[in-house]
């Protein structure tokens, strides 16, 4: 099953701290991901918003960004502490974020879930027709068969 635009957000939001424009949004639903490739693909070395929000950092650091990015607020004592030396420390990096978004309190939540609901509100649409010429384009330098309508 697809993955929804909030879901394709909440990683963006999360992993790259913007808004997804509308051909991802589109690119990554029609890939029929699920939200361990979408991660895979936005938390890595070689995307560049990434390393500049996450790359180079202490455990510590890197920690103390995820909140600041997600939460909008600095990591609390026990929270630091656990991620960063304890069972959460095992943690690689690039999952960080998901698990933020899964065991998020009520209060981050909330903050997390705003940020994504103003981030969608900021997505650019597509001018008419955008879509289609870009899927052709893409099938072409891929060499596959263009289907009719598409």
Do not use: H
């Not at 993955?3 to 990554?28: E, F, H, K, V």
């Not at 960080?96 to 940020?115: K, M, R, W, Y």
């Amino acid at each position: 099953m697809a993955l929804s635009d909030t879901q394709i957000q909440q990683l963006y939001t999360a992993y790259l701290g913007r808004p997804a424009d509308q051909a991802g949004i589109n690119y990554w639903k029609e890939q029929d991901v699920s939200l361990a490739q979408l991660r895979d693909s936005l938390a890595n070395d070689a995307q560049p918003e990434y390393v500049e929000l996450y790359g180079d950092r202490t455990r510590a650091e890197l920690v103390e960004a995820v909140y600041q990015n997600m939460f909008g607020r600095e990591a609390d004592a026990e929270g630091l502490e656990y991620w960063v030396n304890g069972d959460g420390a095992s943690v690689p990096a690039s999952q960080l974020q998901q698990l933020f978004i899964a065991a998020a309190s009520d209060e981050d939540s909330a903050a997390f879930d705003a940020q994504v609901e103003e981030d969608l509100g900021n997505v650019e649409p597509l001018p008419p027709g955008q879509y289609l010429r870009d899927r052709r384009r893409a099938r072409r330098r891929c060499g596959q068969p263009q289907r009719a309508g598409s």
